[in-house]
Structure formats: structure tokens, C-alpha cells
């Protein structure tokens, strides 16, 4: 995971400026914000039923170790079973 983050904080920090690329946090809570608006994000899609979002270390859902892994501040990671 360190490796992945270093990648994107390198892909990040021309646009964003190196302290707010080096942030391990967004200004805001992302799970409050996807939670708020899954219904505008997913209205598109008809076949996801009962959508859930997690935090990285929920390990509640058998086999999202990946997805969670891939995970980074405001790049969310998709896992569907």
C-alpha cells in the first residue's frame, strides 16, 4: 500500500501542491459525503442492490483485502460481490 500512495501523492502534488498531496486525510469525511449522495452516484445503475460503504478497515466483507488496499484519500475503491 505505501507504494501505491507514494505513486499517487508523486501523480498528485504537481496539481494539488506537495503539502496537500502528502495529506493522509481529505478535508472532509468521505464515507459521510458517498453516503449522502449514493443515490445520485448509483441512479444510473438498477441492477446494485443494497450498496454499502466501508471504511478500509472494515473487514466485514470476506475478500475485499484488495479493494481495501487500493483504497486512498478521495480515490475510493470498488468491490462488488
Given at each position: 500500500?505505501?507504494?501505491?500512495?507514494?505513486?499517487?501523492?508523486?501523480?498528485e502534488?504537481?496539481?494539488?501542491?506537495?503539502?496537500?498531496?502528502?495529506e493522509?486525510?481529505?478535508?472532509?469525511?468521505e464515507?459521510?459525503?458517498l453516503?449522502?449522495?449514493?443515490?445520485f452516484?448509483?441512479?444510473?445503475m438498477?441492477?446494485?442492490?443494497?450498496?454499502?460503504?466501508?471504511?478500509?478497515?472494515?473487514?466485514?466483507?470476506?475478500?475485499?483485502?484488495?479493494?481495501?488496499?487500493?483504497?486512498?484519500?478521495?480515490?475510493?475503491?470498488?468491490?462488488?460481490?
Amino acid at each position: 500500500m505505501a507504494i501505491k500512495f507514494a505513486a499517487f501523492v508523486i501523480k498528485e502534488a504537481p496539481s494539488v501542491g506537495k503539502e496537500s498531496a502528502l495529506e493522509l486525510k481529505t478535508p472532509f469525511n468521505e464515507v459521510e459525503l458517498l453516503e449522502n449522495t449514493k443515490d445520485f452516484v448509483f441512479e444510473n445503475m438498477p441492477g446494485l442492490k443494497g450498496v454499502r460503504i466501508l471504511t478500509v478497515e472494515d473487514e466485514s466483507i470476506e475478500g475485499t483485502k484488495n479493494a481495501r488496499e487500493a483504497a486512498l484519500p478521495s480515490k475510493p475503491s470498488i468491490y462488488f460481490y
